[in-house]
């Protein structure tokens, strides 16, 4: 193994057997199974790979196929990418080669124990900006807890283009939207300790947000996209009436606000109305 690698080498090889020693007897059988150069490597939670036959997905040839199937839901794009699902969690994300001559160029020095990484090509700038948001797209699913195949790759992929989400925004968003949602939840929890608030209204509140959250949560995978935006607008409209709801009057007795002890409450009364 040492005239084709050294240590900490990046590799794909698939696991032939254990032995009783520890020893692991791993197989690369070619080009694909080999050292890995000229991509991006990320980390998943190996439960979230969704087990296939196939488990080196060229993206394109995967996109050509569906449109074939459903020739509407689809815009002819061209990715130019290709992953490798790792059964360990780990994801290989590098760019297709599509020059045969070059690729026959590539096995003949690999078969002569020569290192074949000052032949790739390089990469477009395209094409690497298709990578990021890949690896974005993967990225995503793991914070959403779904599996992760080439469908579901694919999904996430060409939604963010319909949305027009650029790369550093795919996961920025994200996160402000997760952040807000905490934002909010540390604010209702302080309001309602302060005010000794109704303890029924809270359980209707957790409960309506976390079923929310779930609703959002499933219908962003869905493939009818502009629906999943009507639908969040929707439910943080609800969130927007029951917060007023509860700034204003308590549904189940009588309501103590915090908020009266703010400036804005003492120039009310100040006004001579005695609230």
């Known amino acids: 193994m040492h005239t084709l690698l050294k240590e900490n080498d990046l590799i794909s090889a698939e696991v032939q057997s254990f032995r009783m020693d520890g020893d692991v007897k791993l197989h690369t059988r070619n080009l694909k199974y080999g050292k890995l150069s000229n991509g991006i490597?990320?980390?998943?939670?190996q439960s979230l790979i969704k087990q296939s036959s196939q488990h080196f997905i060229n993206l394109d040839q995967y996109v050509s196929t569906k449109m074939t199937k459903e020739p509407s839901a689809l815009e002819s794009v061209?990715?130019?990418?290709?992953?490798?699902?790792g059964n360990n969690g780990?994801?290989?994300?590098?760019?297709?080669?599509?020059?045969?001559?070059?690729?026959?160029?590539?096995?003949?020095?690999k078969e002569k124990h020569l290192d074949y990484t000052p032949l790739l090509p390089k990469i477009d700038k395209s094409v690497?900006?298709?990578?990021?948001?890949?690896?974005?797209?993967i990225e995503c699913l793991h914070q959403s807890h779904l599996h992760i195949c080439e469908e579901s790759i694919v999904d996430v992929y060409l939604s963010s283009i319909f949305f027009k989400f650029s790369c550093t925004d795919m996961l920025k968003s994200k996160q402000n939207?997760?952040?807000?949602?905490q934002n909010v939840l540390c604010f209702f929890l302080t309001y309602f300790v302060r005010s000794q608030f109704n303890f029924s209204l809270l359980l209707i509140f957790f409960f309506t947000l976390s079923f929310c959250l779930?609703?959002?949560?499933?219908a962003s995978c869905c493939e009818e996209k502009p629906k999943v935006r009507n639908f969040w607008k929707k439910e943080w409209l609800f969130f927007i009436y029951?917060?007023?709801?509860?700034?204003?009057?308590?549904?189940?007795g009588t309501l103590q606000c915090p908020l009266r002890k703010t400036s804005l409450c003492i120039q009310y009364e100040s006004d001579g109305r005695g609230q």
Request: net charge positive; aromatic share 12%; hydrophobic share 50%.
């Open 177 to 181: 939207m997760f952040q807000c949602v």
């Open 214 to 218: 779930q609703k959002f949560k499933s």
């Open 128 to 137: 690497r900006f298709n990578m990021v948001r890949v690896r974005n797209a």
């Open 242 to 252: 029951l917060f007023i709801i509860i700034l204003k009057k308590d549904l189940f």
């Open 78 to 85: 061209s990715i130019g990418v290709d992953i490798i699902l």
């Open 90 to 109: 780990f994801i290989w994300i590098t760019n297709t080669i599509k020059n045969e001559p070059l690729l026959r160029v590539i096995y003949e020095h």
């Open 41 to 45: 490597c990320i980390k998943v939670d």
